[in-house]
């Protein structure tokens, strides 16, 4: 760690707005800069087509299970009191220090980021991202490799939403205004749950942001005092809200896809209250069980043990976090919060991980719409890059002038353009991608 040793909460809340931070100011108002921040996301057309993109099943169906809308907004009300927790403790700590009023801001900046979490990814749930990533890796989009520098081709090889994120949130669209949604600096950082460029994407492609956004990440990460590696390649320790950010996506991805597996009947309600009950021990585990005794309804049962499950969860991961606050802040925490809680829920969050892969992420409607999601966006990468490469062509005339004029779909360099594709990609709803597909492979003709 070469520049700063330790963080301060003092630089790491700011309501500097990117974009505008020559008109930065303290004034007060009746909402917060990050209330702001969180209603802005809430009134966006891209939070509104979180709704008809895939979270893990099929959309729609008979049952009602949760897409990326529902899940964006239940990670808010987790991450929210996640961050009320951590507050109320991080309050009474630093009760004497001049800027303690800033720590109020905790529970809105997790909330916002918690919304925001997932506005990058593309259609198609995570099979989405794959696809992307697969298609330059090993698919049609290998051409481009030579004609690209490596990290702009390490960009497109480990596609990442949670960099998609940053860019969707920072990058000034044709016709939109400079900083794009132009949030605060705590907010954007507190979504970046890979600080670093993607030629340090691992093994499981995972980074923070695409080199077309690496100065703006930078801008952002100096401002609040985040510790930054030494090294020709760029990499900040996380701001330490990303690890509420985290945990409360952990918290909800395990938990509701258990729930929605018992909907769906992939999972016996037996099954499921075993999972769910294996969160508690002692006089808290006889509490529940007296209550599953009065509750009839087996929909209503499961439901109170997953509110249960959330809350013992929220309570130790607020625990860690207040506990590991200043190895938090000097960047030495490895790892999610979850994976630091006490052994018995560790253990039973464990399992739930186990029994959702083997019995839910490898069930038959999953991979169904895995294996639609992927020929989807392959043949709309192919038809799209193809057209951006030479835009001369009459066919590639008739597509880019589909492409609403936000998309770069014109920009001087090869990669920018791509980028632009991404960009209109990821950002369909699944019924949308469908119905571009069809159209373009003249399966679906408008009426005559």
Known sequence: MDYIQKMSWDKLISAKRFGLERYHDERKRNRSDFQRDYDRLVFSAPFRRLQNKTQVFPLPGSVFVH????HSLEVSCVGRSLGNNVTTILIDKYKDEPWVHKLQGIGAIVAAACLAHDMGNPPFGHSGERAIATYFSEGNGMILEKELKKNEWTDLTHFEGNANAFRLLTHQFNGRREGGFVMTYSTLASIVKYPYSSTLASSKGKFGFFSSE???FIRVADELGMIRYGGEDIRYCRHPLVYLVEAADDICYQVMD????HKLRILTTEKTKELFLGFFE???????????NIVTDV????AYLRSCVVGVLVDECSRIFCEDEDKLLRGEVKGPLINLIDETPRK???KCTRVAYESIYKSS???DIELAGNRIISVLLDKLIDAVMYPQKAYSQLLLNKVPGQYEMRAESLYNRTQAVIDYISGMTDVYALDLYRKINGMSLPAL
Request: net charge negative; proline share 0%; hydrophobic share 35%.
């Open 214 to 216: 690496e100065a703006d």
């Open 67 to 70: 897409n990326r809308l529902t």
């Open 258 to 261: 258990i729930e929605d597996a």
């Open 348 to 350: 039973a969050y464990k």
């Open 282 to 292: 002692k006089e808290r585990l006889e509490h529940i069980k007296e209550t599953l």
């Open 299 to 302: 929909n209503e049962q499961i």
């Open 365 to 367: 409607d999953v991979l």
